[in-house]
């Protein structure tokens, strides 16, 4: 019998060893899953059981980086029990828990090298609506790179100018919505922006790189420290304005992430870019990056969710 169950945060080291060996990697840490919730409206996590032996584990949220309407949803299922149902027992769940929320589409994320769950997916009537290469700058096999940035740009953190947070704002309400991917994602307000995007327990205001040209704010590029696994910084964003593109600060800004994570004994530094994205893709690839297989995005309607 295929049995799903809520836990609460009290038990997510159980969901997490459940989520990794059905995934083959990690996917964080019981407070990167705190964290997350405060960022969501809600979030859910599930432990499914076959006739009482752990089977997976699925999760679900509402309200982070998403369009209006797509919930998202993951469902983790050990390699033992794919092919009894369990995987669309949990979507089932994962679909009902999403309704309930006033979502009409779900939305999943697929390693590209599982081809059996890509072939799940197809055939439930889920399509790819995105695709994402995993980056990676293997740190202990690069120099600390010099800034060199543009003529007239000064390259400071956020750190050593905590006032700049508005200006902050403004450039990612002009960059979000051009990555690709984010087109229809609502920009939110600024506190929620301040609260959830900046000031989550993996941000640091020193790890907050900031272009300026005099007093304006140009550009900034955020690295987000990964509490999982010791050694490895994720690169956040990197927002320039429209106005002030082409112009090399974005590369500046990466070396400045760069030389930091060095700097201060990290070994890895990992990134996820949208392959339509093609300037960031040139950009980290031309700084030693390499590509390794990522993610494919998938969405489907609830009602048509098996």
């Known amino acids: 019998m295929i049995e799903i169950v809520e836990i609460g945060a009290d038990r997510l080291d159980r969901f997490l060893a459940l989520a990794e060996a059905a995934r083959g990697e990690p996917i964080g840490s019981p407070a990167d899953m705190i964290d997350w919730r405060r960022q969501a409206e809600d979030m859910v996590w599930f432990v499914v059981s076959v006739d009482g032996e752990d089977a997976g584990a699925g999760l679900g949220l509402v309200g982070w980086h998403s369009p209006p309407g797509v919930g ?32 009409v589409e779900l939305e999943s994320a697929v390693l590209e090298r599982d081809e059996g769950s890509l072939t799940w997916a197809e055939r439930r009537g889920f399509r790819e609506v995105g695709r994402s290469s995993r980056l990676v700058l293997d740190l202990t096999q690069v120099d600390e790179p010099e800034l060199d940035p543009p003529a007239g740009i000064e390259i400071v953190t956020w750190a050593e100018r905590p006032e700049l947070a508005q200006a902050l704002y403004e450039v990612y309400c002009e960059a979000a919505p051009d990555i690709p991917g984010e087109e229809a994602t609502s920009v939110p307000a600024f506190a929620d922006w301040l609260a959830k995007d900046m000031q989550g327990h993996s941000d640091r205001p020193e790890a907050v790189f900031v272009a300026l040209s005099g007093e304006e704010v140009v550009a900034y590029a955020k690295l987000a420290i990964s509490t999982a696994r010791p ?21 500046a800004l990466k070396r400045a992430e760069i030389a930091w994570a060095k700097r201060n004994g990290h070994t890895r530094l990992e990134t996820a870019n949208e392959i339509r994205n093609e300037a960031i893709r040139r950009l980290n690839t031309g700084h030693g990056y390499r590509v390794e297989p990522g993610v494919v995005v998938v969405r489907a309607l609830l009602a048509g969710a098996d």
């Open 72 to 103: 998202t949803c993951e469902a983790y299922v050990l390699p033992a029990f794919r092919g009894r149902g369990v995987g669309t027992a949990l979507y089932a769940e994962l679909a009902r828990w999403l309704s309930e929320r006033g979502c």
């Open 231 to 251: 050694g490895v910084v994720m690169h956040d964003i990197t927002g320039v304005k429209r106005a002030w593109r082409g112009r090399g600060i974005a590369g």
